[in-house]
């Protein structure tokens, strides 16, 4: 026994052949991606926080007052963004991004012991 015949599909007079919008891409990228070398993690920037962290530390031991403790925190500081810098160029950027934030939470720790230092002697300690 044979079916009969449907005829044609209702919905297919409608159908019309669509052009991708492009926000959901059909196929392979039509330029190549570039995956960054050294990409931020959580991990890299945890790790240069800490050697910062301990970096500051050993310094502001060596200064035995707060004219010395705030010196040693600045020079530390300094070669501690130095070297930032230079893995934000050559190495990695989490480290780096760990190292600058730690650093500057170091200095602004030095700079609320020279201010409280000054406040309540009266005489700026850095000279």
Not at 87 to 97: C, E
């Amino acid at each position: 026994m044979a079916r009969p015949d449907p005829g044609p599909d209702p919905g297919a007079a409608h159908q019309v052949a669509r052009i991708p919008s492009g926000l959901f891409p059909a196929g392979p990228p039509s330029r190549p991606t570039y995956r960054e070398p050294h990409p931020v993690t959580g991990g890299g920037v945890a790790a240069g926080g800490g050697a910062a962290a301990t970096w500051l530390l050993l310094f502001g031991l060596l200064g035995t007052d707060v004219p010395s403790y705030a010196w040693w925190t600045v020079l530390a500081g300094l070669l501690a963004w130095l070297t930032a810098l230079v893995l934000v160029r050559y190495g990695d950027r989490g480290v780096a991004t760990g190292v600058a934030i730690v650093t500057a939470g170091g200095w602004s720790i030095a700079a609320a012991v020279v201010a409280v230092r000054w406040a309540t002697s009266g005489d700026w300690p850095l000279w």
